[in-house]
């Protein structure tokens, strides 16, 4: 098998069209400004020593808040207490956000350098039921575009179909990777319940 190199690729693909030069900005234009706010989940890509990572971010309205228009602001609220997102924004601050709307194929991406802060005021301007998130992410844009929308349209991604028939839960798949130590079915009963009153 032959590994292709950075010369190899542009042998095999060619020049961009104009279009997809002519996308790309370094601020928030109030089409894009119009996605974001619109976004209610989003993939946060980071990169740090032990390689790279993407996390899942939804809400029940805006994914992230909008400062100004090279700045976004993502609330980190009740996770896994992985924190391998965190920790790489606090050692690295590339990141990139990537936005799905709901019903539509547009995606939009939005590359930048992130920061972490605790700050009383910015969390408190997240508060829920009293809750609040521990720290939040501000990004600052560097470039946003829109995605191809083939990778959506091929997928059917919002055809209305369920695909999980017959994949394992989250408790089978515990349990299958601690020979039945942790997860299984009660893990599965129990999760709706404990998720609903930690979604904040």
Not at 6 to 21: K, Q, S
Not at 111 to 121: E, F, K, S, W
Request: net charge negative; glycine share 12%.
């Amino acid at each position: 098998m032959k590994w292709l190199s950075e010369g190899d690729l542009a042998g095999i693909y060619g020049t961009p069209v104009a279009a997809a030069l002519r996308k790309v900005t370094d601020r928030l234009t109030p089409d894009y400004e119009a996605f974001i706010k619109a976004s209610r989940f989003c993939v946060l890509s980071t990169v740090g020593p032990e390689g790279t990572d993407a996390s899942p971010r939804g809400d029940d309205g805006p994914v992230v808040r909008i400062l100004d228009e090279k700045h976004l602001v993502l609330p980190d609220w009740r996770g896994n207490e992985r924190i391998d997102s965190l920790k790489n924004i606090a050692r690295d601050g590339r990141v990139s956000l990537m936005f799905l709307i709901r019903g539509s194929n547009t995606v939009i991406r939005v590359n930048g350098q992130a920061r972490l802060t605790d700050d009383a005021d910015l969390c408190q301007a997240f508060e829920r039921d009293g809750k609040l998130p521990r720290t939040v992410i501000v990004l600052q844009i560097g470039e946003v575009y829109f995605q191809c929308a083939r990778a959506v349209m091929r997928a059917g991604l919002w055809a209305g179909a369920d695909d999980s028939d017959g994949l394992a839960t989250a408790g089978q798949i515990l349990a299958g990777l601690t020979d039945g130590e942790v997860g299984g079915a009660t893990y599965d009963a129990e999760w709706p319940g404990r998720a609903a009153l930690t979604l904040w």
